[in-house]
């Protein structure tokens, strides 16, 4: 059978050096102490598709051939020349190969093997910059065109498909898509599989594995997302999810020589992730979106040798034992002598009869390209009023025909940042509605209309629109903790000078000095970004306490 995956023109990327760069020969002779010199012949196989234990390969003479396996057919990727390198960021996170690497005429290569490349990018300044750039560039040029081990199949009408992409998507791994309703292969691969459309969404892996309509932490377990983590390790810090707050307490801790693991139950990024563009973070005047800056910080956290488990939740904080014990469900169980919570918050369902009907089937949480493409040219709502949606808002408006802003305030002054403001005032497509809220929706398996109604004048209108973005209120995701830590009226997790002598009295606090800044009522565990009580829901600030919170882990450890 005629392969699924999206195909790629032979040699598409040769001669491209921003993909693969050439090193000089003082970087060579420097790259050669971290591997070992191999012989090869032609038709020799470097690396399987699926291989788990990976190598870089730098070719010393010869050639060698980057392949993508296609069912019945290969696709050569690249050719490598003398002084260029194979591997991307995959390989620094120790995920299963995705392309098969193979000698073409006498050859000689280095061996480098993971844990000698992540020596390399950590000490060699000059060498980390040249593997990180073309790792990076690599990975986003295997997403653009779609040079993955993965085929989506099934409707964009169904919700678990909406899922799917979007946790592959923000996960950064290359797949493609049929569309049962406009692709006319589609048929060809349900029927190669041995699967009805009732069956679908199904996922492929490596045109081998089909998982009907699978969860996020199956799709993990097959494309090999965890699996260089070793579950029975004592880390000297767990960090809970994988915002920017995780993301910075990650860097921070591995780049300061602590064994660290991020447990994320999504994808990195956390909200921020989903944002299309930030643009008040410093050091981005152009601004940047959330999945980039997830992306970049999660390269960041790996090249410092931290690992991060994904598609895995805490289910339960174990607090009457050192090192604590985070329950991620019945049978397994992470170790740490120290605990850093970056749960973040979840924004709120609607009020409204029913409020999950149409989730991920016109009724989404976050507006990315992929949520842009499905509602092009047509009218679309926005619920919030906090920098979140205004960035929706404006974000949308460039490929919607009309975005309806609903904010239930009597302006966004007291909740967006003044430039976000400007901008909704000024764009034509985006109609700004205030004290207005939803109130009854309707639609056969896909939202179909809206109704909301004016709590001024008690105006009700009913629209024919078929996607609303949620961006309102925050939920604390702290239900975990089962009453180890003090959290606040609102369910937030309550730090530092907050926490008072009742609260610390009712936890048994145990020592003579008082909870550093950013520690819970529990000694050695911390909270930080939009899980903590106070916190100022903005990147910088997230980021800024991830960093601090590792200041205050090496007084614990040291304790």
């Given at each position: 059978?005629?392969?699924?995956?999206?195909?790629?023109?032979?040699?598409?990327?040769?001669?491209?050096?921003?993909?693969?760069?050439?090193?000089?020969?003082?970087?060579?002779?420097?790259?050669?102490?971290?591997?070992?010199?191999?012989?090869?012949?032609?038709?020799?196989?470097?690396?399987?598709?699926?291989?788990?234990?990976?190598?870089?390969?730098?070719?010393?003479?010869?050639?060698?051939?980057?392949?993508?396996?296609?069912?019945?057919?290969?696709?050569?990727?690249?050719?490598?020349?003398?002084?260029?390198?194979?591997?991307?960021?995959?390989?620094?996170?120790?995920?299963?190969?995705?392309?098969?690497?193979?000698?073409?005429?006498?050859?000689?290569?280095?061996?480098?093997?993971?844990?000698?490349?992540?020596?390399?990018?950590?000490?060699?300044?000059?060498?980390?910059?040249?593997?990180?750039?073309?790792?990076?560039?690599?990975?986003?040029?295997?997403?653009?065109?779609?040079?993955?081990?993965?085929?989506?199949?099934?409707?964009?009408?169904?919700?678990?498909?909406?899922?799917?992409?979007?946790?592959?998507?923000?996960?950064?791994?290359?797949?493609?898509?049929?569309?049962v309703d406009r692709d006319r292969d589609a048929q060809t691969a349900l029927d190669h599989f041995g699967v009805s459309v009732d069956a679908?969404?199904?996922?492929?892996?490596?045109?081998?594995?089909?998982?009907?309509?699978?969860?996020?932490?199956?799709?993990?377990?097959?494309?090999?997302?965890?699996?260089?983590?070793?579950?029975?390790?004592?880390?000297?810090?767990?960090?809970?999810?994988?915002?920017?707050?995780?993301?910075?307490?990650?860097?921070?801790?591995?780049?300061?020589?602590?064994?660290?693991?991020?447990?994320?139950?999504?994808?990195?990024?956390?909200?921020?992730?989903?944002?299309?563009?930030?643009?008040?973070?410093?050091?981005?005047?152009?601004?940047?979106?959330?999945?980039?800056?997830?992306?970049?910080?999660?390269?960041?956290?790996?090249?410092?040798?931290?690992?991060?488990?994904?598609?895995?939740?805490?289910?339960?904080?174990?607090?009457?034992?050192?090192?604590?014990?985070?329950?991620?469900?019945?049978?397994?169980?992470?170790?740490?002598?120290?605990?850093?919570?970056?749960?973040?918050?979840?924004?709120?369902?609607?009020?409204?009869?029913?409020?999950?009907?149409?989730?991920?089937?016109?009724?989404?949480?976050?507006?990315?390209?992929?949520?842009?493409?499905?509602?092009?040219?047509?009218?679309?709502?926005?619920?919030?009023?906090?920098?979140?949606?205004?960035?929706?808002?404006?974000?949308?408006?460039?490929?919607?025909?009309?975005?309806?802003?609903?904010?239930?305030?009597?302006?966004?002054?007291?909740?967006?940042?003044?430039?976000?403001?400007?901008?909704?005032?000024?764009?034509?497509?985006?109609?700004?509605?205030?004290?207005?809220?939803?109130?009854?929706?309707?639609?056969?398996?896909?939202?179909?209309?809206?109704?909301?109604?004016?709590?001024?004048?008690?105006?009700?209108?009913?629209?024919?629109?078929?996607?609303?973005?949620?961006?309102?209120?925050?939920?604390?995701?702290?239900?975990?903790?089962?009453?180890?830590?003090?959290?606040?009226?609102?369910?937030?997790?309550?730090?530092?000078?907050?926490?008072?002598?009742?609260?610390?009295?009712?936890?048994?606090?145990?020592?003579?000095?008082?909870?550093?800044?950013?520690?819970?009522?529990?000694?050695?565990?911390?909270?930080?970004?939009?899980?903590?009580?106070?916190?100022?829901?903005?990147?910088?600030?997230?980021?800024?306490?991830?960093?601090?919170?590792?200041?205050?882990?090496?007084?614990?450890?040291?304790?």
């Amino acid at each position: 059978m005629t392969s699924l995956i999206a195909s790629s023109p032979q040699g598409k990327w040769e001669g491209d050096l921003r993909l693969f760069p050439l090193l000089t020969p003082s970087q060579l002779a420097r790259v050669s102490r971290y591997g070992s010199l191999r012989s090869c012949d032609p038709g020799d196989v470097l690396l399987d598709p699926g291989a788990k234990v990976l190598s870089i390969f730098v070719v010393i003479s010869g050639r060698v051939e980057i392949l993508r396996p296609a069912s019945e057919t290969e696709q050569i990727i690249a050719r490598l020349a003398p002084g260029q390198f194979t591997g991307e960021v995959g390989t620094l996170a120790g995920q299963p190969a995705m392309v098969s690497i193979r000698v073409s005429v006498p050859s000689e290569v280095i061996d480098i093997g993971r844990d000698q490349l992540l020596k390399i990018v950590q000490t060699d300044s000059e060498l980390s910059d040249v593997f990180m750039r073309a790792f990076l560039q690599r990975r986003l040029e295997l997403v653009a065109n779609r040079l993955g081990d993965a085929i989506l199949v099934g409707s964009h009408h169904n919700p678990d498909m909406h899922r799917i992409r979007e946790f592959l998507t923000r996960n950064d791994h290359p797949y493609s898509v049929l569309d049962v309703d406009r692709d006319r292969d589609a048929q060809t691969a349900l029927d190669h599989f041995g699967v009805s459309v009732d069956a679908t969404p199904i996922l492929v892996c490596r045109d081998q594995q089909v998982l009907r309509n699978p969860t996020n932490r199956e799709i993990a377990e097959c494309l090999g997302f965890n699996a260089s983590v070793q579950m029975q390790d004592v880390r000297d810090l767990a960090i809970v999810g994988a915002g920017p707050a995780g993301l910075a307490a990650g860097v921070y801790g591995a780049s300061e020589g602590l064994s660290v693991l991020l447990i994320e139950s999504s994808a990195p990024g956390g909200q921020a992730g989903s944002s299309s563009k930030i643009e008040n973070y410093l050091g981005f005047p152009a601004g940047i979106s959330g999945h980039d800056l997830a992306s970049r910080a999660q390269a960041q956290v790996r090249k410092f040798g931290a690992q991060i488990i994904v598609a895995r939740s805490a289910f339960h904080l174990d607090c009457q034992r050192k090192p604590f014990g985070i329950a991620l469900d019945t049978s397994s169980e992470i170790r740490s002598r120290a605990i850093i919570i970056a749960t973040g918050a979840e924004y709120r369902r609607l009020s409204i009869e029913n409020p999950g009907r149409f989730d991920g089937v016109g009724v989404y949480y976050s507006a990315t390209p992929m949520e842009a493409t499905m509602c092009m040219d047509e009218e679309v709502v926005v619920v919030g009023g906090g920098n979140a949606a205004g960035q929706a808002a404006v974000f949308l408006a460039q490929t919607a025909r009309r975005v309806h802003m609903l904010v239930r305030s009597e302006g966004l002054a007291d909740s967006m940042s003044r430039y976000l403001i400007r901008r909704i005032e000024q764009h034509d497509a985006i109609d700004l509605r205030v004290r207005t809220e939803i109130v009854a929706w309707e639609g056969d398996g896909h939202l179909e209309q809206v109704t909301w109604r004016n709590a001024s004048t008690g105006e009700v209108e009913t629209r024919a629109i078929r996607h609303i973005f949620v961006m309102a209120g925050a939920l604390p995701n702290t239900k975990w903790l089962d009453g180890c830590l003090a959290l606040d009226d609102k369910g937030f997790i309550k730090t530092g000078s907050d926490l008072t002598r009742e609260e610390l009295d009712a936890a048994r606090w145990p020592l003579a000095r008082s909870p550093y800044l950013l520690e819970t009522s529990l000694p050695g565990v911390f909270a930080v970004g939009d899980v903590r009580s106070g916190n100022l829901k903005r990147v910088a600030a997230a980021v800024g306490e991830g960093a601090m919170a590792v200041a205050f882990v090496h007084r614990v450890l040291r304790e």
